[in-house]
């Protein structure tokens, strides 16, 4: 082989490589958000793990969803894993506006006489107790007038779950559980009649990394909260079910129990900043799900 060809074939062989390595590359940095699979994927009414790998390319592939969000206006009453979840939004926003387009503001009291498009207007009311809960977050759709807002979410925290109490038994705690539940549904069931232009998503309660019987009850409420929401086509935004499973589905089971993967937290509790994220995007497809409609 003379020494022009030689050459010709050692850029060519350097430009295979170039190639290849890129290709490797852009494989590497968006493992976390791979090609959209199943082309035919839209969110439905019920957002859980199965969401999370397709948001991001749905979200591109479809710019008038996205131009739809950034119409919505949230009202979100929350406590400290809220603020984590709206950690992982604003973390979305600043990553790829154009993507994820929402923003986070105060919710102030009484609701002001306009409020702005492509905002999340949270209500960041503590742990008064999940009786409370219910209520403040039923003031301030009515007297208050965040109903204005148009998508309304109300989600409990891990700490709200009832005590299990041994002298109860196994049966007696999972009734307390299921009780709990039945007042949220309830009280969301009594506000979609009086706010019938409020879209209300019911959610579940975050699990923790540790604690077979806390988790126990969180679980009993949640099941309860998901079969309601099958039931009667309600929007559920499954958090805990995002927490539970990893990015290959695997779910995290202490003595057969939902108990949150403890790559998403610091503390095993709150969301550390891979949970906050892959919780926003299940928020995002909740959103999808909701500018579809």
């Known amino acids: 082989m003379n020494r022009h060809k030689k050459l010709v074939l050692l850029v060519g062989l350097c430009l295979l490589a170039v190639v ?18 199943d082309p035919s994927y839209r969110p439905d009414r019920i957002i859980d793990h199965n969401d999370i790998a397709y948001i991001h390319e749905y979200l591109t592939y479809h710019p008038q969803i996205t131009e739809a969000i950034a119409g919505q206006r ?9 603020s984590n979840m709206l950690d992982g939004m604003k973390a979305l926003h600043d990553a790829d506006p154009t993507a994820y387009p929402l923003t986070v503001e105060t919710a102030e009291m009484p609701a002001p006489g306009r409020i702005l498009t492509g ?58 559980a299921e009780a709990q539940a039945v007042a ?20 579940t309660m975050p699990l923790t990394v540790r604690g077979e019987q806390e988790n126990r009850m969180r679980a009993a409420f949640n099941q309860r909260v998901r079969e309601e929401c099958a039931a009667n086509g309600f929007f559920l935004f499954d958090i805990a079910d995002i927490q539970s499973h990893d990015d290959k589905g695997e779910v995290s089971l202490i003595a057969s129990v939902e108990c949150m993967q403890g790559r998403y937290s610091g503390d095993g509790g709150h969301l550390n900043a891979r949970g906050q994220k892959r919780v926003a995007k299940g928020w995002y497809a909740l959103a999808a799900a909701l500018a579809e409609e």
């Open 74 to 82: 949230w009202y979100f009453a929350h406590a400290s894993v809220g």
């Open 119 to 176: 905002v999340i207007y949270e209500d960041k009311r503590g742990n008064p107790g999940p009786a409370r809960k219910l209520r403040l977050f039923e003031e301030a759709l009515g007297q208050n007038g965040w109903d204005v807002a148009g998508i309304a979410m109300n989600k409990f925290c891990y700490i709200d779950a009832p005590t299990y109490d041994p002298a109860l038994g196994d049966e007696g705690n999972l009734k307390s």
């Open 20 to 37: 290849a390595a890129g290709f490797l590359g852009a494989s590497f940095l968006f493992t976390d958000e791979p090609d959209l699979a």
């Open 184 to 203: 949220y549904l309830v009280s969301m069931e009594i506000l979609a009649a009086e706010h019938p232009a409020t879209r209300l998503v019911y959610t």
